[in-house]
């Protein structure tokens, strides 16, 4: 049996997978109810910032945003 932190290792892979597209349907299915509350949730909620964060990076710099500013908008959020 896998101990607490593989199994949270797996789950942050899967949730990332998922996040890029690359997770089955079945896996799908049984990994979004956990994606509710808790853990994977903000799990989640992280991946989607760092990407947010990432992408913004990637525009033009005059138009890019304060990173720092524009994550603190998201975490009081």
Known sequence: MAS???????R???ISALI??????PRTKQL????VSGEAR??????????DAL???D???HLAVDLV?????????
């Open 4 to 10: 607490g932190a593989e199994s949270g290792s797996s």
């Open 12 to 14: 942050a892979e899967q």
């Open 20 to 25: 890029d597209g690359e997770l089955t349907m």
């Open 32 to 35: 979004l109810p956990e994606l």
């Open 42 to 51: 903000r799990r989640w909620d992280t991946y989607h910032l760092i990407g």
């Open 55 to 57: 992408r913004e990076n």
């Open 59 to 61: 525009r033009p710099s």
């Open 69 to 77: 500013a524009s994550i603190a908008r998201r975490i009081t959020r």
